[in-house]
């Protein structure tokens, strides 16, 4: 991924998002299977990898430039379709495991093949997707249509000649990383030495080599002795964008901690140790859940990370680990409610958050399918909504507004009104344009910069 | 070992031994029969009248669990689960269940409205907003063992927060303070909003924090709840029944009901369940309460403060439908619909 840069407009940051694409069915009733669980675009950004509940990785691929077709400049279509994971039953505890695509990353293009890895509560496989578009013709052991010859019947040798056709987009899983993980694997992250990765489950971390399957090394266990003694687990983890010895990995109790994998060989100890001291004035019950990471990303730049609990965003200075250089609320509103959100299950909901390309604005999800944006030098925010009603081409997204209290303007809504069904949990920023890829159930949206 | 349990004055204890008592977690009157508890089910969104925060445990007495390991019986638990096709007693689950009401029968609804009403207005309503925030977490806890594989965050956080109260209401006596006579008369309809949960404990009680308060504050609802049990003493003559023998047996297997929960989690093993529940002071669980719990809140309960949190089409989280697909599984099994 490159540092800073990107294709940002020379303005600045005033962002005019508008429609572009939206992927997925109409109708009211959602099947469990469609609902997307991971998106992220590939370094370059002219791929984008969905994964949903069905275990199904989908791949779009930006269309090229096209003078005949000028409107068209930018759009996703489908690149590709594979089942990735099955669902499978654990025989020794009785218990099924979910197909749910978890997390998908890229591994770098290294050639005209694409990698990614995806995941599910157990087991990695790394997938490679390459194209197709020449034929061979003219074997000599076997027909046209696949028979062999009778090797008896053969007067002539031929060579084959390559034909072009249709192009075809394979999928083949080339490494299955399998049986490493006791609990559901949460995260996986790439290594900038793009020959080892890691994947976090909720008690422990594993190194992996890209082309070894049989073996991982153990690098975080805060499993304790007694399992009785369980108050914390790990919630997410990545890996430093260029320092390949580092790592961060977070917690349920709002911590981060990060790693040099150079001190020793099972991290458990941390090198940095990241935490805002709580504010007494607002504790409850519900501090603890309200302050569990569900996300944390590293900048572009590698210097600094940001981190996604239930109400805030913040931005951290890897250099300070007392407290965030930044905190974004992003539903605030929330705040009283949070004893009906623990009732319902949805204070629970794990948002992720992503930077974009030039690390100068940030992006999560909400509810009611509300995705807000901050920009972090101007410091101004906005809620954009990601629905059918503004979905014409190249319409402008209105910024929306939700009332907390008192008389209820025109075009707010209230508290009580939104929709906690609609999350957006996954959304991604195209690593160098202004493009946006945001999930909602089972729909994807892509949004476009209108300058861009 | 089922029938001599419910002798009333029987020593409830040592067939019971993690069990709490009843007012400690906010019961209030038990249906007669679980069809009353099933009738009421889809009036449960509606129906703001009756005390919603109650919870009461079906229990099943049986002795064998699926798989043929054979465990110890069951001294109290939720039964609800998959299981239930597995009971080789294969009794009903119906009949016990009405046997067991029978017993409990509250006499006259009319009065307990009244009482009801009458002990609202003195006990705390932070307490008994604590109190069905605690009700609420032990639901969770135990249901999310039912699931196929619980979400080990979930559970940690959710038990994290069931360990909050018990510290709370520990330091301010309110753990052990509550009298066995009290017999969960705590009227639990009409809560007052979420705010007053959600914001800091000492806020509540006034210019001192928790620990700064001791006895003084607890001699508060414990006074203001006897008026009230007294005169529903009598009602109750089985809530003898369910007392145990002390507060720190109370506590201790509180504690270990949580760490059981833990190293359920750790061997997930559907056996481990029956273990799980084996000394657990688990409260009981209205069923409906549950299922609407889990429906998303569209219902008053103790969040009563929100109206409509829920949307227009309740539906659970996308994670929640497996679960209400099991409770609705399970009400049909239980049922015999």
Not at chain 1, 308 to 334: A, C, G, I
Request: hydrophobic share 35%.
């Amino acid at each position: 991924a490159g540092a800073g840069g990107g294709g940002c407009p020379a303005g600045g940051n005033d962002f005019q998002w508008c429609f572009s694409q939206v992927k997925g069915a109409i109708d009211e009733d959602v099947a469990e299977a469609d609902i997307i669980s991971t998106v992220e675009f590939n370094y370059s950004g002219d791929l984008l990898a969905t994964g949903d509940k069905g275990g199904r990785v989908v791949i779009f691929q930006r269309e090229q430039e096209n003078k005949s077709r000028p409107h068209s400049r930018g759009e996703y279509n489908v690149y590709s379709t594979f089942q990735s994971h099955e669902p499978e039953f654990d025989y020794l505890k009785s218990l099924e495991i979910e197909e749910k695509i978890n997390k998908i990353r890229w591994l770098p293009q290294q050639n005209a093949a694409h990698f990614l890895l995806s995941t599910n509560d157990k087991t990695i496989k790394l997938w490679k997707i390459s194209e197709r578009d020449k034929r061979a013709e003219g074997y000599n052991l076997k027909d046209e249509d696949g028979r062999l010859r009778d090797p008896f019947r053969i007067t002539a040798l031929r060579v084959p000649i390559l034909k072009p056709m249709d192009l075809m987009v394979e999928a083949s899983p080339r490494r299955i990383f399998a049986n490493a993980h006791t609990y559901h694997i949460n995260s996986i992250s790439v290594n900038s030495d793009h020959e080892t990765y890691l994947s976090a489950d909720d008690l422990r971390i594993n190194l992996w080599h890209l082309e070894i399957t049989d073996r991982s090394f153990n690098i975080v266990d805060i499993k304790p002795a007694n399992m009785e003694e369980l108050t914390e687990v790990i919630t997410a983890a990545e890996f430093h964008p260029h320092q390949c010895n580092v790592f961060v990995y977070s917690s349920s109790k709002g911590t981060i901690r990060l790693c040099d994998m150079r001190s020793s060989a099972l991290c458990d100890r941390h090198s940095k140790f990241f935490e805002e001291p709580e504010d007494p004035s607002s504790r409850s019950f519900f501090s603890e859940i309200i302050s569990s990471i569900s996300d944390v990303k590293f900048s572009h730049s590698g210097r600094y990370m940001m981190t996604r609990d239930y109400l805030s965003v913040k931005v951290w200075d890897l250099n300070m680990e007392s407290r965030p250089v930044e905190t974004h609320q992003v539903h605030e509103y929330l705040r009283s409610k949070l004893c009906s959100l623990y009732e319902n299950d949805c204070i629970f909901d794990k948002f992720e958050c992503c930077w974009n390309g030039s690390d100068s604005a940030i992006m999560t999800g909400s509810y009611n399918n509300f995705f807000r944006m901050f920009d972090r030098d101007t410091r101004r925010d906005v809620t954009l909504e990601a629905s059918r009603e503004s979905s014409k081409p190249r319409a402008s997204l209105k910024p929306r507004k939700v009332c907390t209290g008192g008389k209820r303007k025109k075009d707010e809504i209230s508290v009580d009104s939104l929709d906690f069904n609609k999350k957006i949990l996954h959304t991604a920023w195209h690593p160098a344009d202004n493009v946006i890829a945001v999930a909602a159930t089972n729909n994807l949206y892509i949004f476009q910069d209108k300058i861009n | 070992m089922w029938e001599e349990a419910q002798t009333p004055g029987g020593s409830a204890s040592a067939v019971f031994p993690g069990l709490l008592r009843r007012s400690e977690v906010g019961l209030g009157r038990v249906p007669e029969t679980f069809a009353e508890v099933r009738g009421k089910l889809p009036c449960a969104f509606s129906n703001a009248s009756r005390p919603v925060n109650r919870i009461v445990v079906t229990k099943a007495p049986t002795a064998c669990w699926n798989r043929g390991s054979p465990l110890p019986r069951l001294s109290c638990g939720l039964r609800v689960g998959l299981t239930r096709r597995q009971d080789p007693d294969n009794r009903s689950l119906k009949d016990t269940m009405f046997a067991r009401g029978l017993k409990r029968k509250c006499v006259g609804h009319e009065e307990d409205v009244e009482g009801a009403l009458a002990g609202l207005k003195t006990v705390s309503s932070y307490s008994l907003q604590r109190q069905s925030l605690l009700d609420m977490s032990l639901v969770k806890l135990q249901l999310c063992h039912m699931l196929v594989e619980p979400n080990l965050c979930r559970s940690v956080l959710i038990a994290n927060t069931v360990r909050q109260i018990q510290e709370e209401m520990t330091q301010d006596g309110t753990w052990r303070a509550v009298a066995p006579q009290a017999a969960g008369r705590a009227p639990l309809d009409r809560l007052v909003s979420t705010e007053i949960l959600c914001r800091a404990a000492w806020e509540q009680e006034g210019a001192c924090p928790a620990p700064g308060l001791g006895d003084g504050h607890t001699q508060g609802p414990v006074s203001d709840l006897c008026p009230v049990t007294s005169a529903q003493a009598p009602r109750h003559p089985q809530s003898s029944v369910w007392e145990m023998d002390g507060p720190r047996e109370n506590r201790g297997s509180f504690h270990k009901s949580l760490d059981q929960i833990f190293e359920t989690l750790e061997t997930k093993n559907p056996s481990c369940m029956e273990e799980l529940f084996s000394d657990v002071d688990s409260p009981y669980y209205d069923l409906d309460t549950v299922l609407t719990g889990m429906m998303g809140g569209a219902r008053p309960g103790p969040c009563e403060g929100l109206e409509g949190l829920a949307p227009a089409t309740p539906g659970p989280s996308a994670s929640c439908k497996s679960d209400l697909g099991e409770l609705d599984h399970v009400v049909e099994i239980l049922v015999e619909t």
